[in-house]
């Protein structure tokens, strides 16, 4: 699927990129007209029938790109959104959590599970391979 936000090219692009082509095997992506984001649900069947998006890709660090790139791609997910045995098992990952901005790591009283990346690397494909591998295996 070919979105606006195809047209960026920033040093965390390929980020976004590599984030988009693994999830979309296991999950359907919408793009919502936001500039940054990337939304995700359980499936394209779940999205036409109005459920909640499950979670995002979005490009974070500058609310301006003109000024300032986004140093960094989140992934994240919203706990309340989604199913129990997906919520728990994402919780088990610990690399690269950052669900809040600021206070500790791995946060669960916040909204999200959020995984943050600012450079692809092999420990950043295995991470996200750890993540596909729960929506493939529950």
Known sequence: M??????YRFEVTPIFDYIKGQ???VV??????????????????SFNQGDRYIG???????????????HLVSLRFKRS????????????ITEY????????????EAES????FEVLNNEVKDTIEKIINVFRYC
């Open 28 to 45: 359907y992506l919408h793009y919502n007209q936001a500039k940054e984001t990337m939304q995700l649900f359980l499936s394209e069947e």
């Open 81 to 92: 959104n989604l199913p129990e045995v997906l919520k728990n098992r994402l919780e088990e």
């Open 56 to 70: 995002a890709i979005q490009y974070e660090g500058s609310n301006n790109y003109e000024e300032r790139e986004p």
């Open 2 to 7: 070919k979105t606006p936000l195809d047209n």
């Open 23 to 25: 999830v979309e095997i």
């Open 97 to 108: 959590r950052r669900d809040k901005n600021t206070g500790p790591a791995i946060n669960p």
């Open 113 to 116: 599970i959020a995984f943050k």
